[in-house]
């Protein structure tokens, strides 16, 4: 198993702000993911967050938004740009190993106002 | 590519009763499945996952699941549910490559409500 702490845990922000969430693992992990659980919805994987070169984003999200880094096996940031209500969302890290479950950190609440 | 389908938003059920939250997953590949459960203002917790082997998983708290390949669903049930049950239950897939591998990229349902009531 892998513990993840996510830093802020919530956070309300003005709008045309950014954000920077911080993911850290008390293992090295292969995978480290992000997703984004907007109010009363299921979670979307936001992008994949790749050691040492730049993420893999999923359709629907771009990197002049979300800028991720990962600079080691650990730690990982996300940073949402330019925030607008519309951001209003939970943000969650997860961490994936070779064929078994992923793991979640317990989610930054951000508010944008 | 993969999706989720859970068939139920919202299931209201009375404490003791048993329930059954259904999934039911499309993917061209091999997949991995799991169930994830998330209480109110919490992260995700695991509760069972299918990887191979036997499709009857149980998992904490008393749930089970089945892998049904042909139907493609793996729906969690539990005999006897408790007040502290409420909560969302998510069912996710993870997409294992040609060589049977996967890294726990997840696609997620829309999550299923489960009430208990007293």
């Known amino acids: 198993s892998a513990v993840i702490s996510q830093k802020p845990s919530r956070d309300i922000c003005q709008r045309g702000t950014s954000l920077t969430i911080q993911c850290q693992v008390d293992?090295?992990?292969?995978?480290m993911f992000w997703y984004r659980q907007q109010p009363g919805q299921s979670l979307t994987l936001i992008a994949t967050?790749?050691?040492?070169?730049?993420?893999?984003?999923e359709s629907g999200f771009v990197i002049d938004k979300f800028p991720i880094s990962r600079p080691n096996l650990t730690f990982s940031t996300l940073t949402v740009s330019n925030m607008s209500p519309e951001d209003s969302s939970i943000y969650l890290c997860?961490?994936?190993?070779?064929?078994?479950?992923?793991?979640f950190g317990q989610g930054t609440r951000l508010t944008v106002v | 590519a993969q999706s989720v389908t859970q068939l139920d938003s919202q299931v209201p059920v009375f404490e003791e009763a048993p329930v059954e939250l259904r999934c039911n997953y499309s993917?061209?590949?091999?997949?991995?499945l799991f169930w994830y459960v998330q209480y109110p203002n919490q992260g995700l917790q695991l509760l069972l996952k299918?990887?191979?082997?036997?499709?009857l998983v149980k998992g904490i708290n008393g749930f089970e699941a089945e892998f049904n390949k042909s139907q493609t669903s793996f729906h969690l049930r539990k005999p006897s549910v408790h007040i502290s049950d409420t909560a969302e239950y998510f069912c996710?897939?993870?997409?294992?490559?040609?060589?049977?591998?996967?890294?726990?990229?997840?696609?997620f349902g829309q999550g299923t409500i489960l009430t208990v009531h007293p």
């Open positions: 996710a897939v993870s997409r294992s490559n040609a060589g049977g591998t996967s890294y726990g990229k997840l696609t």
């Open positions: 293992s090295q992990v292969t995978m």
């Open positions: 967050a790749n050691q040492g070169s730049e993420a893999t984003y």
């Open positions: 997860s961490v994936g190993q070779l064929n078994t479950e992923a793991f």
């Open positions: 993917s061209s590949v091999s997949v991995y």
């Open positions: 299918y990887l191979s082997g036997s499709t």
